[in-house]
């Protein structure tokens, strides 16, 4: 037989057996039994050995694993992986739905929604068809480079079915390990006296980041897909549903339970529906995914900050479990927050073992009156965070003493600082500021992290050890660090050294918003900063503004305003400021489009209770539009909001004659200017 008839066999045979892949995996509708289907896999193998020149990488005999590699590789990718809010309750997915269609000006929308498996997320890039790329979402600007293992999973297409994708494909889903798998996996580690895995998210994320992809291999992974990345020469339909649809017919697995539904109603039912069916499914998941499906309303409805307005995550009750407190310390926070922890008898809640949990602060403990030896109830709020939700009461010790936060520790205990719990705040805070060593540390890290200045390779074990070695003392002092100083340090390297010099260097060149945001000033995340930037274009006219300025910036209220002014008016912040554009940090202004916001110049009061927005809302979209809110009615005063039950300033403004609007009238203004 001549090599073009075995060519032409080999790639019969390839076809056919990713149909029959297709109607196993993504149809469950198979043709064969497995004992034909191993046949014909078996007969590629052959020639395929018979012929190594023949062999492709989207062949399904390379799924069993490449050699072993040294490290993962890092991804930067092209479109963010966003994270999303999420709901815990009915009342905020009608929240969600009402903000969705309030921003839309329609009365209800179409949602697609899905099971949210408990797995790892992952993007796969195609070229002309075939996998080139698949990465871990990291921290959703980069991730690890795991192609050699997504190649293994049986429910990724090596090359795409059909005809008509893009030249550029790239596909979001998730890893997840089925719980058969799972089970079967650690029921053969315990019979081999094996790690056995906590639970199917970690073997799934354990198993994919193997170094040897023959390991992954053996491993019961499979894929799910939610949706698209980055997308080039080339077209898909205009909503989701359709494109899980044609993704489908390319030869991904998209998950069975997705469905269409309309409004709040249809969600909140098949919240329900996904409920009532979850211990019955083949995977584990920790809630249901809510997403509009049209995405022309998507671009309407935009971004806040690095979460979709357009997509929400209704969480299933987390899991709760019964432990002792052994112990209540405190922690010292970036600004100085003195965060109260429980140390807690080892408990397993919601798949993991919990030692410790949040008490948030001084009156969060006194609420639920916390004590040392207490039995009490400990939840994985969102599935993610330990807290102590409630104390057992009848099982509480005769011997036990209230914790007082603010008397146990009237000084900083990293510091010796006193301790300040200003009145009407929850929150008791060091005064120590950049004095003290546990702030100096978490103030360098969000400096240097990803999302501020990126100092790359500088780890939060290294900054402790600069800290603790009175090498360095704030942010600015970083640039001062030399390569001799760095190679002493344990753990350290020439090389490793020289690495960290090289991106120091390279994170002098940055963006305002990234500085503003680095400097790790209250309440200032990265949309707020990036706000600021763009309001103001250069850091002098920012440090210059006053409160009211400040205001004038969407997303900044009086509080946030009052922590921006008051950060530019301490000497400290001021010298670090200055050494940092001293040792050479710069970047573009940013150009500011002169802009008068719909109702700048007016004042509205607010007064009684309404039925859509509570005061707070009202007042931050009131504000975005450039408008004051004010506490009190006078000839000033633009206009009255009425809502029920309105008191002595509805009666007020009719005095004097200020316009009055109810509930109706507010709503239309925000939606007509917003």
């Known amino acids: 037989m001549s090599l073009a008839s075995h060519q032409e066999t080999i790639t019969q045979l390839r076809d056919e057996i990713n149909r029959h892949n297709y109607l196993y995996y993504v149809l ?63 009342a905020e997915v009608v929240a969600f739905d009402r903000r969705v269609c309030e921003r839309l000006a329609v009365e209800a929308v179409e949602y697609v929604a899905e099971p949210k498996l408990d797995g790892l997320a992952i993007s796969i890039r195609y070229e002309r068809g075939q996998l080139v790329q698949a990465a871990t979402r990291g921290d959703g600007e980069s991730g690890e480079d795991v192609t050699h293992n997504v190649r293994t999973i049986p429910t990724v297409p090596l090359r795409l079915m059909g005809s ?139 971004f806040v900050s690095r979460a979709p307005r357009w997509a929400v995550a209704h969480k299933f009750p987390a899991q709760e479990a019964v432990t002792t407190v052994l112990n209540i310390v405190v922690q010292v926070g970036r600004t100085g927050a003195i965060t109260p922890v429980a140390r807690l008898e080892p408990v397993f809640v919601g798949g993991v073992t919990v030692s410790n949990a949040t008490l948030h602060n001084a009156d969060e403990v006194q609420r639920k009156d916390v004590r040392v030896g207490d039995t009490v109830i400990v939840r994985r709020a969102g599935d993610v965070i330990p807290e102590v939700v409630s104390v057992v009461l009848s099982k509480r010790p005769g011997d036990t003493l209230p914790f007082d936060l603010v008397k146990k520790y009237p000084a900083c205990p990293v510091c010796g600082s006193a301790v300040i719990k200003p009145e009407g705040e929850a929150v008791a805070r060091c005064s120590g500021g950049l004095y003290c060593a546990a702030q100096r540390k978490e103030a360098i890290k969000h400096f240097a992290s990803r999302r501020a200045v990126d100092i790359d390779g500088l780890g939060d074990k290294l900054i402790e050890q600069l800290v603790d070695s009175d090498i360095i003392h ?29 991106a120091l260097e390279q994170s002098k060149t940055t963006t305002l918003a990234r500085f503003l945001f ?62 940092l554009l001293a040792a050479g940090l710069h970047w573009s202004d940013v150009e500011v489009t002169e802009t008068v916001l719909p109702l700048s110049g007016q004042t509205v009061v607010l007064t009684g209770t309404m039925a859509t927005l509570s005061r707070d809302q009202a007042k931050e979209r009131l504000q975005a539009l450039g408008a004051k809110v004010a506490g009190s009615v006078s000839k000033k005063t633009s206009f ?28 239309a203004l925000l939606q007509r200017h917003e």
């Not at 030399?482 to 690495?499: G, V, Y």
Request: a negative charge; hydrophobic letters at 45%; aromatic letters at 6%.
């Open 640 to 667: 009255v909001v009425a809502g029920a039950e309105a008191g002595s300033k509805l009666t007020k403004a009719e005095a004097l004659g200020v316009e009055v609007m109810d509930e109706a009238g507010l709503l």
């Open 164 to 302: 008509g994708w893009p030249e550029l494909l790239e596909v979001r889903g998730e890893v997840y390990m089925p719980t058969a798998g799972f089970e079967a996996f650690n029921h053969r580690a315990r019979a081999s006296d094996e790690k056995e895995f906590v639970n199917p998210r970690n073997a799934a994320a354990g198993s994919l980041r193997q170094l040897d992809p023959r390991i992954t291999a053996t491993r019961p992974l499979a894929l799910f897909c939610y949706g698209v990345g980055e997308v080039l020469a080339g077209t898909l339909p205009d909503n989701h549903f359709a494109i899980l649809e044609q993704l489908k017919q390319w030869g991904f697995c998209i998950n069975p339970e997705i469905r269409r539904v309309s409004g709040v109603a249809g969600l909140i039912e098949y919240f329900a529906m996904i409920g009532e069916k979850r211990a019955a499914l083949a995977y584990e998941i920790d809630g249901v995914v809510y997403k509009v499906n049209s995405l022309s309303q998507r671009e309407t409805l935009g």
């Open 518 to 579: 680095g400097l790790g000033i209250r309440e200032v995340g990265e949309a707020t900063a990036q706000a600021l930037a763009n309001g103001f274009g250069n850091l002098p006219a920012i440090m210059a503004a006053d409160e009211t300025r400040l205001q004038q910036t969407p997303d900044v209220g009086p509080i946030v305003a009052a922590h921006i002014h008051a950060f530019f008016q301490q000497p400290h912040n001021l010298e670090v400021i200055n050494k």
């Open 474 to 502: 704030d942010p600015a002092d970083l640039y001062h660090l030399t390569q001799e100083q760095l190679a002493k340090l344990e753990r350290m390297a020439e090389k490793s050294a020289a690495n960290i010099i090289a």
């Open 28 to 90: 469950d509708a198979p043709e064969i039994p497995d004992g034909e289907y191993d046949r014909l896999l078996r007969e590629l193998q052959s020639l395929e050995a018979q012929h190594p020149e023949l062999i492709t990488i989207d062949s399904p005999t390379q799924r069993v694993g490449a050699a072993p590699i040294a490290a993962f590789g890092t991804v930067r990718h092209r479109l963010p992986m966003l994270s999303l809010d999420n709901a815990f309750d009915d």
